[in-house]
């Protein structure tokens, strides 16, 4: 009986069926971001596997309870909520109190995703969001940085860079590696290029943005090394460290709160770019990538307003 | 509508910042603190007592074509004199609240029941109607503001509740006034559709 109406049952386009799901691009961002975690885990251990699965977790359970309340169908199998904490345990430093990670993925997942209409509607990057509320809320404990392999206490590569504590920085290949200190997920950029380009690889991401992204930052910070008498190791410092590379893959390509046109992508690169230089060389924080990629989330609805293309045979404004 | 009436209907039914969402910048700025919402509660329904019975006492003599003007005269004297009130016997609270007093003089709540209310009625229903604006707004200020004392400062009117580790500061900073708000708002606004006010 039922399938006698399906049968006769005539669907609105699209009726070709694509294996590009939700939940199958989900898996593949659960994928690249594989080789981040392992890294992660290897040089924080213990402490930095707790605040990954308290996100992780935290994130699942916040969004089947929205769901839930607000009496929308449950399609877990989406995945999206594990990126979201996922991408953001990335962000934290290692040494995190673990409830305060489950608050930030809350957080992120309740206020920031389903309060502004779930999956597809949120104007932020939630994980973003989720970083920026516990710096605000907690700057003690989201300034603690760990030294890889034996957790020591100590100041991250940019950190050292903008105090001039006179501290030495870290060569380019440990910043490469990742054996510095930093956030979970954000030391190693091997890493994290290894899972950017996998994503590039499958399409779900667009070379314009971390292309644009990264290159605006390398040009602004080779100018000012030059001027500084840096050199070629300047720019190549601000490329590998912080968060800019997790930034410019994962956060700036997030298919929601980015630009869907192509000249879009480029622009909210350059914003970014431009964004974090000014923040990390003129702004009080040591790190901006975050910040930077949340106001060109803001603006983002007017980037793709001024960019999209003309209707073709639409007619000419001037007739 | 009886006079008991004109003083319900501010509290819950006509709440001027839940239901009307009036008042929302001080509702916002001083909320930080339950002692600062209460005081800013007081110090509002002060001048909205005085501005009522004042305007409606003077509503057949105020010419419609500068009735606003009018008000605000009438706010702005009521103002200054809780202003230099508040100066003189509530130092500590004038100073946490600081520019929020003078502006209550373009609150639009007090402005909104001049026009609605004291100017068309009789001085006894706009006494029952400033009280009932002014203990809804008071009650509702109490309300957002206890959220964010202990959200944000682990203390319940400036007694220590919560070690000092645990509250996220972001609560008393202006995101978190905002967040609140919203919250709150929605909440009411889901529980006013399931219980029908």
Do not use: D, M
């Given at each position: 009986m039922t399938t006698q109406n399906d049968l006769l049952l005539v669907t609105s386009s699209p009726h070709i069926h694509s294996p590009d799901n939700v939940p199958n691009a989900m898996r593949d961002v659960l994928l690249a971001l594989l080789p981040a975690l392992l890294c992660g885990l290897y040089f924080f251990g213990l402490p930095a596997l707790g605040v990954i699965v308290s996100c992780v977790v935290s994130a699942y359970v916040s969004e089947l309870l929205c769901l839930k309340a607000m009496g929308k169908?449950?399609?877990?199998?989406?995945?999206s909520a594990a990126v979201t904490g996922l991408l953001l345990s990335f962000c934290?430093?290692?040494?995190?109190p673990i409830w305060m990670a489950a608050l930030g993925s809350a957080f992120a997942i309740v206020i920031v995703k389903h309060l502004f209409g779930g999956l597809g509607q949120n104007v932020f990057n939630p994980a973003l969001i989720g970083r920026a509320f516990l710096l605000a809320s907690f700057p003690v404990a989201m300034t603690h940085w760990s030294k890889p392999l034996d957790g020591v206490t100590t100041a991250t590569p940019l950190g050292i860079l903008k105090e001039a504590t006179g501290q030495p920085l870290p060569h380019l290949s440990e910043l490469f590696i990742g054996t510095?200190?930093?956030?979970i997920g954000e030391t190693s950029a091997i890493a994290i290029l290894i899972g950017g380009c996998y994503l590039l690889y499958r399409g779900h991401i667009d070379w314009r943005t971390p292309v644009s992204f990264l290159g605006t930052v390398f040009l602004l910070t080779a100018v000012v090394g030059t001027i500084k008498g840096g050199g070629i190791q300047y720019p190549l410092f601000h490329l590998l460290s912080g968060g800019l590379l997790m930034g410019a893959f994962f956060m700036a390509t997030d298919?929601?709160?980015?630009?869907?046109?192509k000249l879009g992508r480029i622009l909210f690169g350059c914003g970014c770019g431009s964004l974090v230089v000014l923040i990390r060389l003129?702004?009080?924080?040591?790190?901006?990538v975050a910040y930077s990629i949340l106001l060109m989330n803001v603006v983002t609805p007017l980037i793709d307003r001024y960019t999209k293309q003309r209707v073709f045979g639409g007619g000419q404004s001037n007739g | 509508m009886s006079l008991m009436q004109e003083f319900t209907k501010?509290?819950?039914?006509?709440?001027?910042?839940?239901?009307?969402?009036?008042?929302?910048c001080p509702a916002l700025a001083v909320t930080t603190s339950v002692e600062n919402g209460l005081g800013m509660g007081a110090a509002f329904t002060g001048v909205l007592l005085a501005s009522n019975i004042a305007i409606s006492l003077m509503r057949s003599i105020i010419p419609a074509s500068v009735r606003i003007p009018a008000y605000v005269v009438i706010i702005a004297s009521f103002v200054t004199m809780t202003d230099q009130l508040m100066h003189a016997f509530t130092p500590s609270l004038y100073k946490a609240l600081g520019i929020f007093i003078p502006l209550i003089v373009v609150n639009c709540i007090i402005l909104g029941r001049a026009e609605a209310f004291a100017s068309r009625n009789s001085v006894l229903p706009s006494i029952m109607d400033a009280l009932g604006m002014g203990l809804g707004f008071t009650i509702a200020l109490g309300l957002v503001s206890a959220f964010r004392e202990v959200l944000g400062?682990?203390?319940f009117l400036g007694i220590?509740?919560?070690?000092?580790?645990?509250?996220?500061i972001l609560m008393i900073l202006p995101p978190g006034g905002f967040i609140t708000l919203g919250c709150l708002l929605a909440l009411l606004n889901k529980l006013q559709k399931k219980y029908a006010w």
């Open positions: 169908e449950v399609r877990i199998t989406e995945q934290l430093p290692p040494a995190l510095v200190a930093g956030s298919w929601v709160t980015t630009p869907v046109t003129k702004g009080g924080y040591p790190e901006g | 501010g509290i819950i039914k006509e709440n001027p910042l839940f239901r009307l969402v009036l008042g929302t400062a682990g203390s220590q509740i919560l070690p000092e580790s645990i509250p996220a």
